[in-house]
Each structure stands twice: as structure tokens, then as C-alpha cells.
């Protein structure tokens, strides 16, 4: 799990290009390269559409759409980007969110605020760190609640993890669609 290459603060974020090939082909965008030897690289993406907002589920009429309205949801992971994303993500469905970016602002997150109506979690923490071993460990401290696990991890031995802890699994790439319906079968089965 110690993983150097993974401290975004002193490298890049080293996406590889088969990532953004597969998440070009879900958003139906191409990607070119155009490279000169001792002059560089040049990587272009062309998108077909523009998503906007109407494209997210949002809390409309329907019965549907409102299931996550008011719960408390907590993201765990350690990428702010992230973060940032799903917290704006589930605000539009007008969800309380709070976030942690380690294991121990999570634990003082449970400690003043209670149990969520959801946890979110990245399989993969900085450190040693496996997202499903911290899931399980604050339900041993704060009580049972539901538990999404989300990762782009590959490795077998973290994913076999995973599935033993008998948490759902999301692979990212995942589209706000999926976490929607995902988040509302756990937290409503």
C-alpha cells in the first residue's frame, strides 16, 4: 500500500493514456498526439458535446430523484480535487456533505458529527491506509452505515480486499448517474 509513486505533492499525477482513452470514449471525445523528437509532445482532446448541469440528476418532482434530499453523506479520500468535485456533485442533490482527506480528520469527523446516512470512500488512502479496512473500523467504533467503496485501483490484491469486506464497489471511472443510483441503493434498499 506504501506507495511513493502515488505523493501527488512532488510528482505529477502521471494519468496514463489508456484512463483518458477510456474516459474519452465515455464522454465521446478524441484524443490526438502530435510529438517532434527533442521539441516535445502535444496531447489534444476534442469533445463532441458540452454537458451542463441539466445532465446530473438533480432533485426534481419525481419520487427518484428526491431519495438522497437532506442525507449526510461523508467523502473520504485524499485527493482535494476530488474532494472538491464530489462535494459540489452532491451538494446539487441537495445533500449535506462533509469530507476528510486521511484516516484521522475522518475519525474527528465521526467524533463530532455522528454516523453518516452514507460513507463514500476511496479504496486506496495515502499510506498504508485501505479504504474497506477503514470503513470497517469506524463501524466497529461508531455503529453500522451504509458504505460505498470507489476506486481506480487495479492491483488484485486490493481489489480482493474489497470484495471481502462486502462493501459495494464503484470502478472509476464513474459517471454522477451511476454514484446517484449506487448512493440511493445502499442508503434505501
Known sequence: MDNPERDHY???VGLGLAIVRHLCDL???QISLVSEPGAGSCFSVT????VTDSSLPRKT??????RLQGKRIYVIDDEIDILDGMRCLLNAWDVHVETANS???AEALFKQSGIPHLLIVDLRLRGEEHGAELAGRLQRIHGNFPVLIVTGETASESLNKADKSGYPLLKKPITPEMLYHAACRVTDP
Not at 61 to 66: R, V
Open 10 to 12: 512532488n510528482k505529477g
Open 27 to 29: 464522454i465521446d471525445a
Open 47 to 50: 469533445f463532441n458535446s458540452v
Open 61 to 66: 418532482a419525481s419520487t427518484d430523484s428526491m
Open 103 to 105: 484516516p484521522e480528520t
